[in-house]
Protein backbone atom coordinates (compact mmCIF):
# COMPACT_ATOMS: atom_id res chain seq x y z
CA UNK A 1 0.00 0.00 0.00
CA UNK A 2 1.33 3.53 -1.20
CA UNK A 3 1.51 6.12 1.80
CA UNK A 4 2.21 9.48 1.61
CA UNK A 5 2.70 11.42 5.28
CA UNK A 6 2.94 15.00 5.12
CA UNK A 7 3.92 17.09 8.47
CA UNK A 8 5.48 20.49 9.43
CA UNK A 9 2.44 22.50 8.56
CA UNK A 10 1.25 24.77 11.56
CA UNK A 11 0.68 28.89 12.28
CA UNK A 12 3.22 31.27 11.22
CA UNK A 13 4.08 35.21 10.97
CA UNK A 14 4.11 37.01 7.92
CA UNK A 15 7.95 36.73 6.96
CA UNK A 16 8.22 33.91 8.71
CA UNK A 17 9.49 30.25 7.75
CA UNK A 18 8.32 26.75 7.37
CA UNK A 19 9.75 23.54 6.68
CA UNK A 20 7.41 20.38 5.32
CA UNK A 21 8.16 17.34 5.14
CA UNK A 22 6.49 13.51 3.37
CA UNK A 23 7.68 10.52 4.10
CA UNK A 24 6.73 7.97 1.26
CA UNK A 25 6.31 4.35 1.19
CA UNK A 26 5.24 1.50 -0.73
CA UNK A 27 6.70 2.61 -4.23
CA UNK A 28 10.23 2.95 -5.20
CA UNK A 29 10.70 6.44 -4.18
CA UNK A 30 13.92 7.39 -5.63
CA UNK A 31 12.60 6.13 -9.19
CA UNK A 32 9.81 9.08 -9.39
CA UNK A 33 9.51 12.41 -9.38
CA UNK A 34 7.94 13.86 -6.41
CA UNK A 35 5.54 17.44 -6.39
CA UNK A 36 3.62 19.28 -4.05
CA UNK A 37 0.12 20.97 -4.12
CA UNK A 38 -1.33 23.21 -2.49
CA UNK A 39 -4.95 24.66 -2.42
CA UNK A 40 -6.39 27.66 -0.40
CA UNK A 41 -9.03 27.58 1.77
CA UNK A 42 -12.26 27.15 -0.69
CA UNK A 43 -10.09 27.32 -3.76
CA UNK A 44 -8.78 24.87 -6.70
CA UNK A 45 -5.84 23.28 -6.64
CA UNK A 46 -2.28 24.87 -7.77
CA UNK A 47 1.17 23.14 -8.57
CA UNK A 48 3.53 24.54 -6.45
CA UNK A 49 7.03 22.29 -7.24
CA UNK A 50 8.53 19.17 -8.62
CA UNK A 51 11.79 17.96 -8.10
CA UNK A 52 13.14 14.85 -10.17
CA UNK A 53 13.61 11.18 -8.98
CA UNK A 54 17.33 12.14 -8.20
CA UNK A 55 17.04 15.59 -7.56
CA UNK A 56 19.13 17.21 -10.01
CA UNK A 57 15.90 18.92 -11.64
CA UNK A 58 13.89 21.40 -10.23
CA UNK A 59 10.56 23.29 -11.11
CA UNK A 60 8.17 26.40 -9.29
CA UNK A 61 5.52 27.83 -10.14
CA UNK A 62 6.46 31.89 -10.17
CA UNK A 63 4.44 32.56 -7.37
CA UNK A 64 7.59 30.55 -5.18
CA UNK A 65 10.69 30.53 -6.90
CA UNK A 66 13.17 32.17 -4.87
CA UNK A 67 11.19 31.91 -1.58
CA UNK A 68 10.41 27.82 -1.55
CA UNK A 69 13.18 25.37 -2.01
CA UNK A 70 11.99 21.44 -2.73
CA UNK A 71 14.43 19.10 -2.25
CA UNK A 72 14.33 15.40 -1.40
CA UNK A 73 16.65 12.58 0.83
CA UNK A 74 16.10 8.54 -1.65
CA UNK A 75 17.57 7.47 1.53
CA UNK A 76 15.20 8.51 4.06
CA UNK A 77 12.47 7.94 1.05
CA UNK A 78 11.50 11.72 2.36
CA UNK A 79 10.56 14.86 -0.08
CA UNK A 80 10.59 18.02 1.82
CA UNK A 81 9.05 22.08 1.13
CA UNK A 82 11.65 24.90 2.70
CA UNK A 83 8.98 28.10 2.72
CA UNK A 84 10.28 31.12 3.60
CA UNK A 85 9.18 34.44 2.93
CA UNK A 86 5.53 33.94 3.91
CA UNK A 87 2.74 35.53 3.02
CA UNK A 88 -0.99 35.22 3.60
CA UNK A 89 -1.45 34.17 -0.25
CA UNK A 90 0.89 31.02 0.78
CA UNK A 91 -2.35 30.48 3.35
CA UNK A 92 -3.15 26.19 2.22
CA UNK A 93 -3.19 22.91 2.64
CA UNK A 94 0.02 21.74 1.16
CA UNK A 95 -0.03 17.84 -0.68
CA UNK A 96 2.68 15.64 -1.02
CA UNK A 97 2.16 13.64 -5.03
CA UNK A 98 3.44 11.52 -6.83
CA UNK A 99 2.25 12.92 -10.15
CA UNK A 100 2.32 11.29 -13.67
CA UNK A 101 0.44 11.65 -17.44
CA UNK A 102 1.62 8.20 -18.26
CA UNK A 103 0.16 5.97 -15.93
CA UNK A 104 -1.97 5.73 -13.58
CA UNK A 105 0.20 5.62 -10.21
CA UNK A 106 -0.69 8.71 -9.22
CA UNK A 107 -0.78 9.18 -5.38
CA UNK A 108 -1.71 11.83 -3.09
CA UNK A 109 -0.99 12.52 0.91
CA UNK A 110 -3.92 13.23 2.68
CA UNK A 111 -2.19 17.44 3.01
CA UNK A 112 -0.72 19.39 6.13
CA UNK A 113 -2.00 22.77 6.62
CA UNK A 114 -0.38 25.72 6.78
CA UNK A 115 -1.34 29.51 7.49
CA UNK A 116 0.24 32.49 7.45
CA UNK A 117 -1.37 35.29 9.59
CA UNK A 118 -0.18 38.05 12.46
CA UNK B 1 1.25 29.21 -15.55
CA UNK B 2 -2.01 30.84 -15.67
CA UNK B 3 -4.86 27.90 -14.58
CA UNK B 4 -6.75 26.23 -17.06
CA UNK B 5 -10.25 27.18 -17.71
CA UNK B 6 -13.40 25.23 -16.53
CA UNK B 7 -16.82 26.20 -15.97
CA UNK B 8 -17.24 26.83 -12.36
CA UNK B 9 -20.08 24.56 -11.81
CA UNK B 10 -22.37 21.29 -14.37
CA UNK B 11 -25.16 20.17 -13.21
CA UNK B 12 -27.35 17.07 -14.21
CA UNK B 13 -30.20 14.70 -12.81
CA UNK B 14 -29.43 11.11 -12.26
CA UNK B 15 -28.85 8.95 -15.29
CA UNK B 16 -28.10 12.01 -17.38
CA UNK B 17 -24.68 12.84 -19.26
CA UNK B 18 -22.57 16.08 -18.31
CA UNK B 19 -19.23 17.08 -19.82
CA UNK B 20 -17.08 19.37 -18.52
CA UNK B 21 -14.24 21.38 -20.70
CA UNK B 22 -11.06 22.22 -19.78
CA UNK B 23 -9.70 24.81 -22.24
CA UNK B 24 -6.12 25.73 -22.49
CA UNK B 25 -3.47 26.91 -25.18
CA UNK B 26 -1.09 25.54 -27.72
CA UNK B 27 1.68 25.59 -25.00
CA UNK B 28 -0.24 22.84 -22.55
CA UNK B 29 -3.66 21.62 -23.33
CA UNK B 30 -3.21 21.30 -27.11
CA UNK B 31 0.37 20.95 -27.53
CA UNK B 32 0.76 18.00 -25.82
CA UNK B 33 -1.42 14.46 -24.90
CA UNK B 34 -0.79 15.02 -21.33
CA UNK B 35 -3.90 15.51 -19.85
CA UNK B 36 -5.15 14.30 -16.67
CA UNK B 37 -8.99 14.56 -14.76
CA UNK B 38 -8.54 14.48 -11.19
CA UNK B 39 -12.15 14.16 -8.80
CA UNK B 40 -12.47 15.54 -5.10
CA UNK B 41 -14.92 15.02 -2.11
CA UNK B 42 -15.06 17.63 0.45
CA UNK B 43 -12.31 17.45 3.00
CA UNK B 44 -10.69 14.52 0.81
CA UNK B 45 -7.00 14.03 -1.37
CA UNK B 46 -7.92 14.45 -5.25
CA UNK B 47 -8.64 10.98 -7.12
CA UNK B 48 -7.26 10.41 -9.94
CA UNK B 49 -10.19 9.27 -13.07
CA UNK B 50 -8.51 10.10 -16.39
CA UNK B 51 -4.86 9.99 -17.36
CA UNK B 52 -3.03 10.60 -20.61
CA UNK B 53 -6.55 12.31 -22.28
CA UNK B 54 -8.36 9.51 -21.72
CA UNK B 55 -7.17 6.44 -20.29
CA UNK B 56 -9.38 5.27 -17.13
CA UNK B 57 -7.42 4.04 -14.06
CA UNK B 58 -8.46 0.06 -13.00
CA UNK B 59 -11.24 0.87 -10.55
CA UNK B 60 -12.53 4.02 -12.12
CA UNK B 61 -16.32 3.50 -13.60
CA UNK B 62 -16.61 3.03 -17.53
CA UNK B 63 -18.97 5.72 -16.81
CA UNK B 64 -15.92 8.21 -16.84
CA UNK B 65 -14.47 8.92 -20.02
CA UNK B 66 -12.21 11.72 -21.31
CA UNK B 67 -11.05 13.41 -25.11
CA UNK B 68 -9.16 15.96 -26.49
CA UNK B 69 -10.20 18.47 -29.37
CA UNK B 70 -7.56 21.25 -30.22
CA UNK B 71 -6.93 23.01 -27.39
CA UNK B 72 -10.03 21.89 -24.90
CA UNK B 73 -10.25 18.68 -23.08
CA UNK B 74 -13.28 16.97 -22.11
CA UNK B 75 -14.50 14.66 -19.14
CA UNK B 76 -17.85 13.39 -19.75
CA UNK B 77 -19.77 12.04 -16.83
CA UNK B 78 -22.38 9.13 -17.99
CA UNK B 79 -25.47 8.16 -16.17
CA UNK B 80 -24.44 10.95 -13.11
CA UNK B 81 -24.99 9.30 -10.11
CA UNK B 82 -25.20 11.17 -6.44
CA UNK B 83 -21.85 9.85 -5.61
CA UNK B 84 -20.00 11.56 -8.87
CA UNK B 85 -20.99 15.02 -6.99
CA UNK B 86 -17.80 16.49 -6.00
CA UNK B 87 -15.10 18.92 -7.76
CA UNK B 88 -13.25 17.73 -10.65
CA UNK B 89 -9.84 19.55 -11.76
CA UNK B 90 -7.80 18.82 -14.84
CA UNK B 91 -4.02 18.78 -15.40
CA UNK B 92 -2.18 19.66 -18.54
CA UNK B 93 1.80 19.35 -18.86
CA UNK B 94 2.86 23.17 -20.40
CA UNK B 95 5.97 23.86 -21.95
CA UNK B 96 7.00 26.22 -19.18
CA UNK B 97 6.62 23.91 -15.88
CA UNK B 98 5.51 20.10 -15.23
CA UNK B 99 2.00 20.65 -14.52
CA UNK B 100 -0.59 23.28 -14.33
CA UNK B 101 -4.27 22.83 -12.83
CA UNK B 102 -7.79 23.90 -13.83
CA UNK B 103 -9.87 26.69 -12.07
CA UNK B 104 -12.17 23.56 -11.30
CA UNK B 105 -15.40 22.61 -11.76
CA UNK B 106 -18.52 21.61 -9.26
CA UNK B 107 -20.26 18.64 -10.35
CA UNK B 108 -23.79 18.76 -8.74
CA UNK B 109 -26.34 16.01 -8.82
CA UNK B 110 -29.92 17.73 -8.91
Redesign the interface.
Known amino acids: EVLLLESGGGLVQPGGSLRLSCVASGFPFGSY ?1 M ?1 W ?1 RQAPGK ?4 VS ?1 ISGLGDTT ?1 Y ?2 SVKGRFTISRDNSKNTLSLQMNSLRAEDTAIY ?1 CAK ?6 S ?1 Y ?4 TLVTVSP | QSALTQPASVSGSPGQSITISCTGTSSDVGGYNYVSWYQQHPGKAPKIMIYHVSNRPSGVSNRFSGSKSGNTASLTISGLQAEDEADYYCSSYTRSSPYVFGTGTTVTVL
Request: glycine share 14%; charged share 15%.
Open positions: ASVGLEWTYTDYLTYFDSVWGQG
